[in-house]
């Protein structure tokens, strides 16, 4: 039996149609329950954030994670298959009218993505003040909270209707595949044939 953390939030309609797609069965939590068991699997449901550290702790042994996250939590964890979906770049944002003033001794940044971003300015060798949001992101250097920011572009819709521009972009992410190091030798065959059903149906 394997364990399957399905994210809530932005990835999970394409998840659960991959997945609704690969049984070939309805997966539907009921209600407000957050276990869903059926023959072969059972699922359970997560936050978006959370899935990483559950297959970590091998409370689940596969899941659907953004490779945004996947990157922050930098987890010892088996990234299976990029499904294609939930594409999105991660950047670094600033007002329309400024512009990242690589001399200054130091700037601030506000973000979800804490390590991506302090990673990316150690690269460039930049000084930066990393403020952790949790949301809302784009309305931190409009009140003057941060320089700039670092946060996920989709449409870019977001950035656009606040006054702000894309002046970096760090890394491309989208929904991964992932298993957990134990569960994959334990369980490796049902997890590769799991793989091989879920491959096939992205490359169809
Ligand atoms: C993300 C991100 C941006 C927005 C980008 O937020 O933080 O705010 O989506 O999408 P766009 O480029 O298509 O406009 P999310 O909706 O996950 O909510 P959050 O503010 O709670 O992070």
């Not at 049984?23 to 059926?38: A, H, P, Q, S, Y």
């Given at each position: ?63 659907v994670a953004g490779l945004d996250i996947l990157e922050e939590r930098e987890y010892d964890l088996v990234k299976l298959l990029d499904l294609g979906f939930g594409r999105c770049k991660i950047s670094v944002g600033m007002k329309n ?108």
């Open positions: 039996m394997l364990t399957v953390a399905l994210p809530k939030g932005r990835i999970a309609e394409q998840t659960l149609e991959l997945f609704e797609k690969a049984f070939g069965e309805k997966i539907v939590f009921e209600d407000r329950k957050l276990i869903l068991e059926t023959k072969e699997f059972k699922f359970l449901l997560v936050k978006n954030q959370d899935v990483a550290s559950y297959v970590l702790h091998q409370a689940a042994d596969i899941g009218e400024d512009s990242l003033d690589l001399n200054a001794p130091q700037i601030t940044i506000a973000t979800k993505l804490v390590n991506i971003t302090k990673r990316h300015f150690a690269k460039k060798a930049m000084a930066v003040k990393v403020i952790k949001l949790n949301g809302s992101i784009e309305l931190a250097p409009l009140v003057g909270l941060s320089d700039a920011i670092v946060d996920i572009v989709e449409t870019g819709t977001t950035m656009k209707q606040n006054g702000l521009k894309v002046v970096e972009d760090i890394m491309d992410s989208s929904a991964h595949l992932i298993a957990n190091q134990n569960s994959l030798i334990a369980k490796k065959g049902e997890i590769l044939a799991l793989y091989e059903k879920i491959n096939a149906i992205i490359n169809d």
